[in-house]
């Protein structure tokens, strides 16, 4: 049974930083894609970032290129997502899950295109 699960969020200022970690198991998703969203209240689910299964490719959306890195750990079937000058309209929670299937396109940003949903970790900026 594949599992996803997001951990490393939390309640932090303005300018602060978070890094969010995204274990798998049930299955290697070393050929996938994989992805980052998030939810803030009220909101539909939005794209973050994605990186290619070799890491290789990185996508972002404007809104947190040059503040945000996602990073990949094959060995440990674990992506990160190193968050960096936190705003408040960072707030939400915070998803990772992988494309699928697999060797698919870091452009991909549409949520319908992934599958295998954690429950996702909270992120609170306050201001």
């Known amino acids: 049974q594949v599992q996803v699960v997001e951990s490393g969020g939390g309640l932090v200022q303005a300018g602060d930083s978070l890094r969010l970690s995204c274990a798998a198991s049930g299955r290697t998703f070393i050929n996938y894609v994989m992805g980052w969203f998030r939810q803030a209240p009220g909101k539909e689910r939005e794209f973050v970032a994605t990186?290619?299964?070799?890491?290789?490719?990185?996508y972002y959306a404007d809104s947190v290129k040059g503040r945000f890195t996602i990073s990949r750990d094959n060995a440990k079937n674990t992506i990160y997502l190193q968050m960096n000058s936190l705003k408040p309209e960072d707030t939400a929670v915070y998803y990772c899950?992988?494309?699928?299937?697999?060797?698919?396109?870091?452009?991909?940003?549409?949520?319908?295109?992934?599958?295998?949903w954690g429950q996702g970790t909270q992120v609170t900026v306050s201001s």
């Open positions: 990186i290619a299964w070799s890491g290789a490719s990185t």
């Open positions: 899950a992988p494309q699928r299937g697999p060797y698919g396109s870091t452009r991909k940003a549409d949520q319908r295109e992934y599958a295998f």
